[in-house]
């Protein structure tokens, strides 16, 4: 649930408010870099663990996400 509620909080941010600001050739790397930083944050925070496992959490979580949307995006074209 508390991953859930990570991603439901940065998704709106990295689809609809930083693309207005940032170029597309590094819109990746900046968006994802901060929402991974705020995910490990969130989760060290609310899940009360240790700040490696939370960025390896908010790492596999972001890595997950994206692979999938990949996949998906493939699927779908």
């Known amino acids: 649930m ?3 509620l990570a991603s439901f909080m940065t998704l709106p941010y990295l689809w609809f408010i930083l693309p207005n600001y940032v170029n ?3 819109y990746l790397w ?3 870099g901060i929402v991974f930083v ?3 944050v969130f989760y060290l925070i609310f899940l009360k663990v240790r700040w ?3 960025a390896i959490l908010s ?3 972001n890595l997950l996400s994206y692979f999938i ?3 998906l995006v ?3 074209i």
């Open 2 to 4: 508390i991953a859930f």
């Open 24 to 26: 597309n050739r590094y």
């Open 30 to 32: 900046y968006g994802e």
């Open 38 to 40: 705020f995910e490990a």
């Open 52 to 54: 490696w496992q939370a």
């Open 59 to 61: 790492l596999a979580a």
């Open 69 to 71: 949307g990949i996949k």
């Open 74 to 76: 493939e699927y779908l």
